[in-house]
């Protein structure tokens, strides 16, 4: 792109908006755009449209399965997950999402294409045996076969997993193990619910270190009930000491459904009993210079990696550049060709739509361009820069004048600058970067639950 649309910040910064210091209920992390709340039942008929098309030329196919069982329940999980479901309710779930599946695989908009990335989520993927893990997986691949996937994706709870497991895991071609550590202190995990204790992440660690995991990623989350800084600091030191490949970290959130806010509301609280937003942002920051000592990377604005020239997020990676993603289970959200989607959000009703032999979907939306154009640009800028000419080439719109606004003001807030055919984001912006995305959104979609 041309040096002439180069722009600089204003030589006079303006003041930095005034954000929201207490951490109050709601939601504040953008996974996706339009918000979901704009999806709606009437737009099924535009993804059923949606199915019956051949795919876009060169539109990666990737699969995203919810495993919705947990051990417990943690005290801030807003995700579908169930703690009360016995051996015959999960395989009537697995067998499920492998009817559903079917009901996918043969039609158009898979156009002989295979998954280049898969991702078990949850839930608890991990809570699941060897023996069931088996079937889902082989029963996935006869139908969708995985002989051209660049990445497995599998999130697991360390107390979950036996060498047993993990060796199974790895057979079933996971490359991504993500551990979900969240904190190593025991009393911290056990006051918000989390079912392991940290014996167990070491253990865990070690064995699947040892039988070769390609990428083994550790997430934690910064400003849990009743972290303190020295507990904070004592959780970056161990993880630098694990040297897992990437490191995903994530600032607490109190979304309404969580067994938190239920508490908070019982109390008449509007605050909700973790840190701040400030020091939930230090701490971040803390994490990330630390680890840059040890040799990390910061790669977006929750991942630090090890070596940036091996380690990959290809399901982040392809899914922010639009790819289509078949997702399957209950609650999951998907995207297929140029349309979001989202399944039956609760156990039975989806059961019962497999057994009937209907596609589970609940609700959908069919993206304007300019939305399109908003959804890959906000999530794109969490990786820190996004190169402009991709977008110009890809819609046809130059970014520069489509969001001359919000570039405006995340450079007069000393947070962006325009660096040739880049946009990048600084340290400070990267930190609360869903709070500066909001600047992109259309009027209409816009709220005031800034972090």
């Known amino acids: 792109m041309s040096s002439d649309n180069t722009a600089h910040p204003p030589a006079g910064l303006l003041p930095k908006p005034v954000l929201q210091k207490e951490t109050t209920a709601g939601n504040y992390f953008v996974s996706n755009y339009p918000p ?20 876009t030329p060169d539109t990666p196919l ?36 492998l009817r559903e599946m079917e009901l996918y ?33 082989s029963g996935m691949q006869r139908m969708l076969p995985w002989d051209e996937v660049e990445e497995v994706t599998f999130e697991a709870e360390p107390g979950t997993l036996t060498d047993h497991k993990l060796k199974a895991i790895r057979e079933m071609g996971v490359t991504r193990l993500s551990l979900g ?21 070491g253990r865990a660690y070690a064995y699947a270190r040892e039988i070769g995991f390609p990428q083994i990623n550790i997430d934690l989350i910064a400003g849990m009930v009743e972290e303190t800084e020295d507990n904070w600091r004592e959780c970056v030191r161990r993880t630098a000491e694990l ?22 509301r019982a109390d008449g609280k509007l605050n909700a009993p973790v840190a701040d937003w400030d020091t939930k942002r230090r ?72 057994q009937a032999g209907q596609r589970p979907v609940y609700r959908a939306l069919a993206p304007t361009n300019d939305e399109k154009l908003i959804r890959e640009f906000i999530l794109q800028l969490k990786l820190g820069q996004t190169r402009l000419s991709y977008y110009q080439q890809k819609f046809g719109v130059n970014p ?10 995340l450079q007069q807030w000393g947070m962006a600058r325009v660096d040739g055919d880049y946009v990048r984001i600084n340290r400070e912006g990267l930190l609360q970067v869903d709070r500066l995305l909001q600047e992109f959104f259309l009027p209409e979609h816009r709220n005031t639950r800034y972090a």
């Open 36 to 55: 979901f709340s704009a999806w709606k039942t009437d737009g099924i008929p535009l993804f059923e449209a949606a199915l019956q098309r051949p795919p």
């Open 62 to 97: 990737g699969i995203y399965l919810h495993i919705p069982f947990c051990r417990k329940r943690c005290h801030f999980c807003y995700f579908r997950v169930y703690t009360d479901k016995d051996a015959s309710a999960i395989r009537s779930y697995i067998d499920a999402a």
């Open 105 to 137: 695989s043969g039609l158009p908009f898979i156009g002989g294409r295979k998954p280049s990335f898969v991702y078990f989520g949850g839930g608890t993927p991990s809570y699941l045996s060897v023996d069931q893990l088996k079937h889902l997986t």
């Open 181 to 201: 550590v969240e904190n190593f202190d025991d009393h911290v995990l056990e006051i918000n619910g989390r079912a392991h204790h940290s014996k167990e992440i």
């Open 243 to 264: 040297s897992p490949d990437s490191v995903t970290i994530y600032q607490m959130e109190v979304p309404y459904n969580t067994t938190i806010y239920k508490q908070m």
């Open 283 to 354: 701490w971040v920051d803390y994490a990330f210079n630390e680890l840059e000592k040890h040799g990390y990377t910061v790669a977006s604005a929750y991942t630090a990696v090890r070596n940036k020239e091996k380690t990959r997020f290809v399901y982040r990676d392809r899914l922010w550049a639009g790819a289509d993603l078949l997702a399957l289970g209950v609650a999951s959200f998907g995207h297929i060709g140029g349309v979001h989607y989202q399944n039956q959000h609760d156990f039975d009703p989806y059961i019962a739509a497999m």
């Open 400 to 409: 520069l004048q489509r969001f001359a606004e919000p570039l405006q003001t």
